[in-house]
């Protein structure tokens, strides 16, 4: 049993064909002690078949250290979200509800190579020269 | 969270973190995360609610002028 219905999936491959360059979801999970273990991995794997140009790759977060270390996860699940180059993009816990929409338009940004963002914004940021990290609690609303 | 993912992808110095608050209650709660989104800065200072792009974006430059960066790990 999918986790993502038939109809929610011809919208999201819908959504998906407007993407260009290719999109990792890399993906973190530990197999016991984890309630929502499971569901995450299955959500992301999923997801990672709605595209060609979307790829899937999972590690186990207790034995991966290499890549728990390259990748900085200190919780888990969590999804990496990068294109050919990482640009520092997690998400922890299940993206689900509206959350699940973010993720689909953060493929498409990566993808397409642009952030969406006005240029006065995009001229703000160029002047952070100092590491900023952003930690936004959500729920699945 | 889009704005915070669209920072992280202009600037290599930002890294953007999507935390779902329920499956996280410890960290949730050291952080008083009583209502989302929740946006905390270097660990040090927060901007909450979901705001307009270049109000967002402003309070977070003005919130992380207070919390100028996280102790190594």
């Known amino acids: ?141 | 969270m889009r704005l915070a993912y669209s920072f992280a992808m202009d600037n290599d110095l930002i890294r953007a973190d999507a935390i779902e608050a329920s499956e996280f209650p410890e960290l949730s709660s050291r952080y008083r995360v009583y209502a989302v989104p929740r946006t905390i800065i270097n660990r040090g200072a927060y901007v909450e609610g979901s705001l307009p792009e270049n109000i967002f974006l402003d309070a977070v430059l003005k919130a992380a002028a207070r919390a100028p960066g996280e102790p190594a790990p």
């Open chain 1, 1 to 141: 049993m999918g986790l993502i219905g038939d109809e929610e999936a011809v919208e999201i491959r819908e959504r998906l064909s407007g993407m260009v360059n290719p999109v990792q979801l890399i993906h973190f999970t530990q197999e016991l002690n984890l309630e929502y273990g499971r569901e995450a991995r299955q959500l992301i794997e999923e997801l990672g078949g709605m595209s060609d140009k979307l790829s899937v790759r999972t590690f186990n977060f207790p034995l991966d250290k290499d890549r728990v270390a390259e990748y900085g996860i200190d919780k888990v699940p969590a999804t990496v979200i990068r294109n050919e180059k990482d640009h520092g993009i997690r998400f922890y816990g299940i993206p689900a509800g509206y959350e699940f929409s973010t993720i689909l338009e953060t493929i498409l940004a990566l993808s397409q190579g642009d952030s969406g963002l006005k240029p006065e914004s995009k001229e703000k940021l160029a002047g952070v020269t100092k590491p900023l990290h952003l930690e936004v609690f959500v729920t699945p609303t």
